[in-house]
């Protein structure tokens, strides 16, 4: 027995979640992210969870942990020190990339490239060829791999990445590739194709390779520095870290691929969403994730969160498989700012951390989102239990100067700035709604982050939904969400066969073998067998389509008839992403076939909250709503708001980590287990 602490680093604040695995109690805690160094945050959200349970630093029984540090580190641009050694011929397999220009430019005239992760003069060419089925055409040229490495070394070098043509089929020559660059240079950090994405397709596995090894250092530096901090390792604390498919590995197997650890952070709040949002008996939700930089939004039916194996972390595809998540730039630190042409924008620019926004009275010279929000009336007067102390004076002298630009006054210029990022946010939400053929107004809005609840009814408004969830802990969600995770490993192998003439035997055999892996690393993790769940699927298309479609075999549905229920389940599949389908009419050719390993862990007890009463306002203050102008509002504490209780808007909930607004039209309930319902009057 002792503590479960689970720390979520995002760009403003670290946010923890510890359950005392003796009695089940809670404690919600956040501190300052500390961008330079993430260990520094992390440990300190393990010492102030350790003195919120009044036990020491040495009781903490399992650490979890997501964060965005290996997302930053792409946004950032940190590109220095990274070579690529590829296969002769395909040097320029970065430049080339997929020879296509982006939707909404038109013509290639107007687009401009991204900056290459790698510079020509950064990447090499060696000997040694593999054909698309394994078969060695001519062997490695090893002394020109080591020389290669040696002269990238010398030009400053500290990262190279490895991606040899159809590594996918044969990793031989990619596998004694890092075996010398690691007995050469051992100084150098390596990443090879056929580890980090199995998988065709040239370009998009090289850039993957380039940004796992891209982060290598800078996650496996903080790691390693928290996990001696806290004791973990053998004999130790568990120590697991979240991955963008939703599921906690050790922290040594993330850092042999922090790849995977891309949104790992939001991912944990789409899995802490959809257990409160089961709780409440909801099944088909929205996640509105707001932090203090970005804003995360999810799709969840069915309590299924979609899952991709394709993203963009900015302009680069990176494939691995991870909860599908679209993110804008628009948090409570987002800044207001006018551009060439005068018109009043907001992000994707944030203050972050350090400075942070002007009314946080740490240099910040800048008005953002919580600037206004302050402005508005919508938040108190400090955050985190009073240990954030707030200068609204000085946040609305930055909304007069704003607002002397356009004639408003402050307030009308904050009310601004407000709609225009929940705009930005709702933009996000139409990414995955009404351009999949989903109405927003048929979903409920789960709202969380330590902004969610502020924006949670404009965002309603401009998409004509009717419900809100609140989960408990809202700004912690995320790092409660590190809770309720399993631990979970995906394996992929490349295997193009035609339905025509494929072998049923052999496409069974792949999904065993990966199966069989699979289930072998997952009990190293020190899972039961019995507490093992397996998942196959499969990447298919139409013979002569450039892409596929994921097909997902029902659990359970092994041997020929799993291989069946692939080339059947297909068309329907396609039917349902493309609006149409060709069965009877062309053969169906299987990509690549894919097995998520699932260990299942055991999960905190649901919380139920006391049976409530006539809670009362603690306070009020004057709120500015546009339609109204100022309105004295109520405040109430979610603390005392327990089960059954039902308040009309407009009013503020106030709590440790997050604010709740609630307009005029509006009904708020709570229920058994301290989600907070709103309902839009009809």
């Not at 507490?531 to 997902?552: F, K, M």
Request: proline fraction near 5%; charge should be negative; aromatic fraction near 6%.
């Amino acid at each position: 027995m002792g503590l479960r602490i689970a720390i979520d680093t995002g760009g403003t604040f670290t946010d923890v979640v510890a359950i005392d695995e003796a009695d089940g109690s809670r404690y919600a805690l956040k501190t300052p992210s500390t961008p330079a160094d993430p260990s520094i945050g992390l440990l300190d959200g393990v010492r102030k969870a350790a003195e919120a349970a009044e036990q020491g630093e040495g009781a903490v029984a399992r650490l979890l942990h997501g964060s965005t540090t290996a997302t930053n580190a792409v946004l950032q641009h940190q590109f220095d020190g990274l070579g690529l050694i590829v296969t002769e011929g395909f040097r320029h397999v970065i430049e080339i990339a997929r020879q296509s220009v982006p939707d909404g430019y038109g013509n290639s005239f107007f687009w401009v490239k991204p900056p290459r992760l790698v510079p020509l003069h950064l990447v090499r060419e060696v000997k040694g060829r593999m054909t698309h089925r394994g078969e060695e055409l001519e062997p490695l040229d090893e002394q020109a791999l080591v020389e290669a490495a040696g002269e990238l070394a010398r030009r400053g070098v500290r990262c190279i990445a490895v991606c040899f043509l159809h590594a996918y089929a044969n990793d031989d020559h990619e596998r004694r590739a890092g075996d010398l660059i690691a007995r050469h240079h051992p100084e150098l950090f390596v990443s090879l194709s056929s580890v980090v994405l199995p998988e065709y397709r040239e370009y998009e596995r090289a850039m993957t390779t380039l940004i796992d090894v891209l982060v290598k250092p800078y996650c496996q530096t903080y790691l390693r520095t928290a996990a001696e901090r806290i004791g973990a390792g053998e004999g130790g604390a568990p120590f697991l870290i979240m991955q963008s498919n939703g599921g906690v590995v050790r922290h040594a197997t993330a850092g042999e691929r922090p790849v995977t650890m891309l949104l790992s952070g939001p991912a944990a709040g789409v899995l802490g969403a959809v257990h409160m949002a089961r709780l409440a008996g909801f099944e088909d939700v929205l996640t509105l994730d707001v932090g203090g930089t970005s804003t995360d939004i999810s799709l969840v039916e069915g309590l299924k969160p979609q899952l991709t194996s394709q993203s963009l972390v900015e302009h680069y595809p990176v494939k691995t498989p991870m909860l599908d998540i679209a993110t804008v730039g628009a948090g409570g630190g987002s800044l207001a700012w006018i551009d060439d042409y005068g018109a009043l924008k907001v992000g994707p620019e944030s203050a972050g951390a350090d400075p942070g926004p002007i009314c946080y009275g740490r240099g910040g010279t800048r008005p953002t989102v919580t600037d206004a929000a302050l402005v508005l009336g919508r938040l108190p007067g400090q955050l985190i239990g009073g240990e954030l102390a707030l200068d609204a004076g000085a946040a609305r002298d930055a909304f007069a100067r704003l607002g002397a630009r356009f004639d408003l006054s402050p307030e009308e210029t904050a009310a601004g700035v407000f709609e225009i990022a929940a705009a930005n946010q709702v933009h996000g939400i139409r990414q995955v709604t009404t351009s999949r053929g989903r109405e927003p107004g048929r979903y409920v809005l789960a709202a969380f982050g330590g902004a969610g609840g502020m924006f949670a009814a404009e965002v309603a408004a401009f998409l004509a939904i009717g419900r809100i969830l609140s989960p408990p802990d809202p700004g912690n969600l995320s790092a409660f969400g590190l809770h309720v995770s399993d631990i979970k490993r995906d394996y992929v192998r490349t295997l193009v066969r035609q339905q025509a003439n494929a072998d049923a035997g052999e496409i069974d055999g792949a999904w065993q073998e990966l199966e069989r892996i699979g289930k072998a690393e997952v009990m190293a993790e020190g899972v039961a067998a019995e507490r093992i769940r397996l998942r196959r699927s499969a990447d298919v298309r139409y013979v002569g389509e450039g892409h596929e479609v994921p097909v997902e075999i029902p659990p359970g549905t092994e041997g020929v008839a799993a291989v069946e229920t692939m080339w059947s389940a297909f068309h329907r599949v396609h039917f349902d992403a493309f609006g149409f389908d060709y069965e009877g009419r062309q053969d169906v050719e299987a990509v690549n076939l894919r097995v998520q390993v699932t260990g299942q862990v055991d999960r905190p007890a649901a919380h139920e909250v006391a049976q409530g009463g006539a809670a009362a306002p603690v306070s009020s203050r004057p709120v500015y709503w546009r339609e109204s102008g100022w309105v004295d509002c109520p405040i109430f504490r979610r603390e005392d708001l327990g089960a059954g209780e039902r308040l009309d808007g407009p009013l503020i909930v106030e709590e440790y980590g997050s604010t709740v607004v609630v307009p005029a039209g509006w009904g708020l309930a709570c229920d058994r287990y301290g989600n907070l319902v709103m309902e839009k009057a009809r």
